[in-house]
């Protein structure tokens, strides 16, 4: 059973919002003595948080499906129902968002940070939050909002500062394993190492972190081997280390070899260019091993690395090739800018905007914009009285006039919204705002039902 999963989709669906509730208050001698309808609870959110016990998205591999709870309908006498609670998932430090064209969305680096990934549904209005002096009891409320669906891909890239990289067997496990109190698989043949490996390393005052990528060989960023499955794990590494098996006893291969081979896979995986690189010749505990580093050390040099001749097996070097590796990682630290803190931006809304735009498809009207497209899923569109509300709240935002003005006829198709959520409509230029004007039976509206074109009223709707 795998125990490591750096890459897996998820489905999250948040808490739809709870409806508003229709109630009339009873009192003696008074029994319809105003609305008291209270509102919907909102639905809960869905909350992607980093924490630093997690290392594996495992858990989303097996149930990627996770749904937050929704608001619970309103009740009588002005009570609320209860807002649904946030489902709260943890993700390792490192975890990039994508939607499922690959475009990067959130990036989570830090413990603690958090990212809302889907909003829960609003909670609909009563009727005790729907009465105003015109219209005294209302025999409709709002519906909750659905809550959003987003469906992603979260991506593991794993947050080191040094990450080992090298043939299979080179002995990078073995190598972290020495230098810290990791305890990776270790064996002598090919690919032991599954999964990256992470280990904690002290060089004197300095502390940093390495990364034990499994082993590459040529063709890794093209799929071949099972490297190509782990180079996004050395993207955020601060320096490179190249871990060469002076031991190899295979005939067509030698450490400068190795090195242009593992380093043309880093050209073509592409990003890591600018990464300072070092070299550590391993396995000078062998007699061959020895005279091979000592062969090839002048060469290197020449090339620019930094050698460092070290044996896992017996700790030889290991101490000068920690502190090396503490040096470059504390010079990049020096010159990384601090990470800011996240910015609350505020943009204002233009004072042109209308909240909504029309455009003309297909012969029909499409009505987009965010209040117009919610007010719609709000609405019990079997109660006439919430269809007309619908009606004054859209005369009012200026949707009428808007479209007599791009040259709407009766009975042309109206769209407000796409898809499920969306509702079209054969548009009648006579039903304009002003519904509390008019007496008639709660939960009904004389405009749709006699036709009778009411007076106009410029009510403001702050709803």
Partial sequence: MATFVD?????????????????????????????????????????????????????????????????????????????????????????????????QIMDLLGVGVRYVLARGGRGGLGNAALSSSKRRAPGFALLGEPGEVKNVRLVLKSVADVALVGFPSAGKSSLIA?????????????????????????????????????????????????????????????????????????????????????????????????????IALNKVDLPDGRAMAEMVTPSLKERGYDVYPVSAATHEGLLELTYAMGRLVQEVRAATPIRESARIVIKPIPVNDAGFTITKEEGAFLVRGDKPERWVRQTEFSNTEAVGYLADRLARLGVEKALLAIGAKRGDEVRIGEGISGVIFDWEPSIEAGAELLHGPRGGDLRLERGIEPEEESEEDDA
């Avoid at 208050?25 to 016990?53: H, M, Q, T, Y």
């Avoid at 709870?69 to 998932?89: F, H, M, P, W």
């Avoid at 060469?244 to 242009?260: A, H, K, T, V, Y």
């Fill in 178 to 278: 020495s230098i810290s109190q990791a305890r990776p698989k270790i064996a002598d043949y090919p690919f032991t190492t599954l999964v990256p490996n992470l280990g904690v390393v002290q060089a004197g005052e300095m502390r940093y972190t390495v990364a034990d990528v499994p082993g590459l060989i040529p063709g890794a960023s093209e799929g071949k081997g099972l490297g190509h499955e782990f180079l996004r794990h050395i993207e955020r590494c601060a320096a490179i280390v190249h871990v060469i098996d002076c031991g190899s006893l295979e005939s067509d291969r030698d450490p400068l070899r190795d090195l242009d081979a593992i380093e043309a896979e880093l050209a073509a995986h592409g990003g890591l260019a600018d990464r300072p690189r070092i």
């Fill in 7 to 103: 890459q897996v989709l998820l489905y999250a669906t948040a808490g739809d919002g709870g409806r508003g509730c229709v109630s009339i208050r009873r009192e003696k001698f008074k029994p319809l003595a105003g609305p008291d309808g209270g509102n919907g609870g909102r639905g809960g959110d869905i909350i992607l948080e980093v924490d630093g016990n997690t290392t594996t998205l495992l858990d989303y591999h097996h149930s990627p499906h996770r749904k937050a709870t929704s608001g619970r309908q309103g009740y009588g006498s002005n009570k609320d129902g209860y807002a649904g609670e946030d489902l709260v998932l943890k993700v390792p430090d490192g975890t990039v968002v994508e939607d499922m064209q690959g475009n």
